[in-house]
């Protein structure tokens, strides 16, 4: 069974710029999660989607950060525009639904280095 | 703010030692508990999960303890291997919401 795909793995970009991330889940799981996770610190959740709808961006800096799953499957997440705070690994994970004891899956994560 | 965290940064053993990794929690009402694995350059990886109504779960080399008194739960390893060294996260699964602690790096000397 394949895993979840991210890419890019690394991204260097100067703040101000814009970034976008992209999350292939895995084939069947209609949850998906991204994380972002600083250097030294566990993962926090930004956004959470159930098929194409968010279930839950309490903790999603909308000012900066927008995120979309339009067709259920795959997922992009975008800065724009990027600050220094935002350097930080960025995880997408998946699971077949969203209770409580479903296993998240992670994939690689995207490193982002803000200079 | 983060409702788990961890007693130690990081822990050093000898291969083929028992380690011993400790998490600490707030919210008594938390019922489920997981504890992941991640190795440098990579996400994290399920080990076991635990559910408050019970005391403790055993997997392949892999032991986890709760003990709601002290809110406390720990992940014991096994005969610790090399392929061991890794950041180990205890996270607490708020109806289906992750919230992780800082984490402990453990290095296993050969």
């Known amino acids: 069974e394949a895993g979840v795909a991210q890419s890019p793995r690394y991204k260097i970009i100067e703040k101000r710029q814009s970034v976008a991330f992209w999350c292939n889940p895995i084939?069947?799981?209609?949850?998906l999660y991204w994380y972002q996770q600083i250097l030294g610190q566990g993962p926090k959740l930004l956004i959470q989607?159930?098929?194409?709808?968010?279930?839950?961006d309490s903790q999603l800096p909308k000012d900066r950060f927008s995120a979309e799953r339009l067709k259920g499957v795959d997922s992009t997440l975008k800065i724009q525009p990027a600050k220094l705070e935002d350097s930080a690994v960025y995880l997408c994970?998946?699971?077949?639904?969203?209770?409580?004891?479903?296993?998240?899956?992670f994939g690689p994560g995207t490193r982002l280095t803000v200079l | 703010g983060e409702s788990v965290g961890l007693h130690l940064p990081t822990l050093s053993v000898q291969e083929g030692d028992n380690s011993i990794i400790n998490c600490a929690y707030s919210?008594?009402?938390?019922?489920?508990f997981i504890w992941y694995k991640q190795e440098s350059g990579k996400g994290p990886q399920f080990i076991i999960d635990i559910r408050s109504n019970m005391d403790k779960r055993q997997g392949q080399r892999v032991t986890v303890l709760l003990n709601k008194t002290v809110k406390h739960l720990s992940l014991q390893i096994a005969a610790t291997q090399p392929g061991d060294s890794a950041v180990y996260f205890c996270?607490?699964?708020?109806?289906?919401?992750?919230?992780f602690g800082q984490g402990t790096e453990l290095s296993v000397k050969p």
């Open positions: 919210n008594s009402a938390s019922d489920y």
């Open positions: 084939s069947g799981h209609a949850t």
């Open positions: 996270a607490e699964n708020k109806g289906g919401k992750l919230i």
């Open positions: 994970a998946s699971s077949l639904i969203a209770g409580v004891t479903d296993t998240q899956y």
């Open positions: 989607f159930q098929n194409n709808g968010v279930v839950d």
